[in-house]
């Protein structure tokens, strides 16, 4: 089966007193549409500590598009909804996302900085942790495997590493010079993991 894999980015604005309120239904519908067809993953995104405006990010990975039109017309999707509407203002901001722009995208409109950014930001990235993974698994693994399986396992290292530690740190620090007409804040990841 072909796998073409559809990334939308979903930005809702919260109701400052009803924050918890939509965190909780936020993180129970996750779990719960997790279990729909197609879906492949999602991941929340908090707004700063201290923001004055409470935008949350909703990053969903669906295989296709035909999964991602299903799960927008499911009953599961119109009940999260209609559960949230009384806890959410402003329009509701929907965007596909393609390649590296879905690091990179603004918090309050979606939109990704200049691609020479990205590039020289990912290239800043890449480097150090491709050198660090190398470093640590060719000691451990270089004698015992084969050269493909090694340069495999040094792959899957750097793609955990850029995912989850090394382009969520420097997105952030570097949110001013990709975005520098924002004055919002960057949408930060929350301490737990889905």
């Known amino acids: 089966m072909d796998d073409e894999s559809v990334h939308i980015a979903v930005v809702r604005r919260v109701r400052p007193e009803r924050v918890k309120d939509f965190e909780a239904a936020l993180g129970d519908f996750a779990r719960v549409s997790l279990a729909e067809p197609g879906a492949r993953g999602i991941q929340c995104l908090y707004p700063a500590p201290g923001a004055k405006v409470q935008e949350y990010g909703i990053m969903r990975t669906f295989a296709n598009a035909a999964a991602r039109d299903a799960f927008y017309a499911s009953e ?32 309050s409109d979606g939109s990704p900085p ?53 382009m969520p740190v420097l997105v952030k620090a570097a949110h001013g010079w990709l975005h520098p007409n924002s004055e919002d804040k960057v949408l930060q990841v929350p301490e737990k993991n889905n």
Do not use: C, D, N
Not at 76 to 104: C, D, N, S
């Open 76 to 107: 599961a999707y119109h009940r999260w909804e209609k559960t949230i509407e009384p806890m959410v203002e402003g329009t509701l901001q929907i965007r596909e996302l393609h390649g590296l722009e879905a690091w990179f995208r603004h918090a």
């Open 114 to 166: 200049p691609r020479w950014k990205m590039a020289l930001l990912t290239w800043l990235a890449v480097w150090p942790v491709s050198m660090g993974i190398a470093a640590l698994v060719l000691p451990l693994l270089g004698g015992l495997m084969h050269k493909v399986l090694v340069s495999g396992v040094i792959a899957a290292g750097i793609t955990a590493t850029l995912t989850w530690v090394a």
